[in-house]
């Protein structure tokens, strides 16, 4: 064999740091070691695999096209080696989730994980949806959970669980009474359209994935409605609100225990579609390893009814 494993373990790394200094850092290595270890599968196939712009190293054409089978092959490789070692699972699973599956969901994932596998090592970015799904393409994360519909000819993307959004507002808000009036049964407590328009509003970001389902279901009131902030953090946008600032629009799953405790109330908008999917996000290319197989089992299993991660 004409390439090691360690060659191939500098190349990935460099593939996502773009810089060889710090890939050797992430691999424990030295710098010299690192650069000969890239130079030498280089030369011994007589290709190039990034374009160099000073310290800066991108993929070219074939570095790109050569990056999922390596990733696949060191996979393996680890498997392999997990197995001598008398291990069936373990090593590091790379997950990226949007912020309120981050935040309200997948933490409890994670402990049923590294429950039922506790060898292993589970690394948990947070960011929106646009971030997340970008991560995923370039191989910086193995598996992401995201909120928000996203379209990749390279990204496979598939429905996990149903969610919803809900308008919200202080209880000291003026239209906090009519949580109450709906409550029995009182048409008139329902939010037209012009009480939409009228409200300030407190909103995820553009580019989250709340947002794009806040947006389609405000469909054609757009233009007319008064945004005070547009905030990255759910927790945020609750204090906010509970300043009386506005009214917001978040996943049910954020607002549950504040519903509970009395600090938010919930508006009535039935005439607007606030549903929404949770989705899986993998690269198509992506070696599904035990480990990523064992993740969106456990997934799977946290989103059926009366079962929890």
Known sequence: MRYTLRQLDVFLATAR?????????????????????????EQQFGIALFDRAGKRLRLNDLGRALLPRAEAL??????????????SEGGELRV????TIGNYLAVGIMARYMSDVPDARVVLEVDNTEHIADAVL???????????????????????????????????????????????GLSDAVLSDADLEAATWIL???GSGTRQTFDRAMHGLLPGLNVLLELQHTEAIKRAVEAGLGIGCLSRVTLAEAFRRGSLVPLPVPHRDFSRRFYFVLHRQKYR?????????????????????
């Open 17 to 41: 740091l773009e810089n060889i200094t710090r890939a050797a850092a992430s691999l424990a290595m030295s710098q010299s070691a690192a650069s000969g270890a890239l130079r030498e599968m």
């Open 74 to 87: 060191l996979e393996q490789a680890r498997e392999l080696e997990e197995m001598l070692s008398g291990h």
């Open 96 to 99: 990226g989730a949007t912020l």
């Open 138 to 184: 370039h191989f910086r994360l193995d598996v992401g959970l995201i909120e928000g519909e996203f379209h990749h000819p390279e990204l496979e993307v598939t429905p996990w669980r149903d969610d919803d959004l809900m308008v919200f507002c202080s209880p000291e808000h003026p239209l906090a009474n009519r949580a109450a009036l709906s409550a029995v």
């Open 204 to 206: 995820r970001e553009p």
């Open 289 to 309: 390893s035990r480990s990523i197989t064992r993740w969106l089992e456990l997934c799977t299993a946290a989103a059926q009814p009366n079962i929890t991660p």
